[in-house]
């Protein structure tokens, strides 16, 4: 696992890997990480919290980006097929990713109180999609397990009331 979101760290210091990462693969795939594409993935890892399309949209028409929901939208589908972000289904929400370099199936733990989001190994799940592809003779294109729960913090800020 990287960095564990819900213990105190340098968050700037996440924001700058993932930007680093970026970067680092668009010129590896020939693709380009446009001025809207790179402010998307900044907001996505300010603050490990899932954003939604329109939550974003709302801070991009803030800081004079094209208001229009296309935007928004071609901006994580960008991150999405390059891997730099995952999308939480039960929130329809997206987050970053810990390590885009790979496909690999994604789990997540959610805080229910602060909604932070961890990215998990997913091994076993892997294990198991292979399992359920032998077993129907079907193909799993994508993956995705989320737990919620509470977090230390939030336990603890409810011990303390």
Same mark, same amino acid.
């Given at each position: 696992?990287?960095?564990?979101?819900?213990?105190?760290?340098?968050?700037?210091? #996440?924001?700058?890997?993932? +930007?680093?990462?970026?970067?680092?693969l #668009?010129?590896?795939? /020939?693709?380009?990480?446009?001025?809207?594409?790179?402010?998307?993935l900044?907001?996505?890892?300010?603050?490990?919290?899932?954003?939604?399309?329109?939550?974003?949209?709302? +801070?991009?028409? %803030?800081? /004079?980006?094209?208001?229009?929901?296309?935007?928004?939208?071609?901006?994580?589908?960008?991150?999405?097929?390059?891997?730099?972000?995952?999308?939480?289904?039960?929130?329809?929400?997206?987050v /970053?990713?810990?390590?885009?370099?790979?496909?690999?199936?994604?789990?997540?733990?959610?805080?229910?109180?602060? !909604?932070?989001? %961890?990215?998990?190994?997913?091994?076993?799940?892997?294990?198991?999609?292979?399992?359920?592809?032998?077993?129907? !003779?079907?193909?799993?294109?994508?993956?995705?397990?989320?737990?919620? !729960? +509470?977090?230390? !913090?939030?336990?603890?800020?409810?011990?303390? %009331?």
């Amino acid at each position: 696992m990287s960095q564990n979101v819900y213990e105190p760290h340098n968050h700037s210091h #996440c924001v700058d890997h993932a +930007i680093d990462r970026a970067r680092s693969l #668009c010129e590896q795939r /020939g693709a380009r990480l446009t001025k809207v594409r790179l402010r998307v993935l900044e907001l996505i890892w300010q603050s490990h919290k899932p954003m939604g399309a329109y939550e974003l949209l709302a +801070i991009l028409a %803030q800081e /004079g980006f094209n208001p229009a929901p296309p935007t928004v939208y071609r901006a994580l589908d960008f991150l999405l097929d390059l891997g730099l972000v995952h999308r939480l289904h039960s929130l329809n929400a997206f987050v /970053g990713c810990n390590h885009p370099e790979d496909q690999h199936p994604a789990c997540f733990f959610v805080c229910e109180q602060c !909604g932070k989001a %961890q990215e998990l190994a997913a091994d076993k799940l892997q294990a198991l999609s292979r399992q359920v592809e032998e077993l129907l !003779g079907v193909t799993v294109n994508h993956q995705l397990t989320e737990l919620s !729960g +509470i977090c230390p !913090g939030c336990k603890q800020k409810a011990l303390e %009331q």
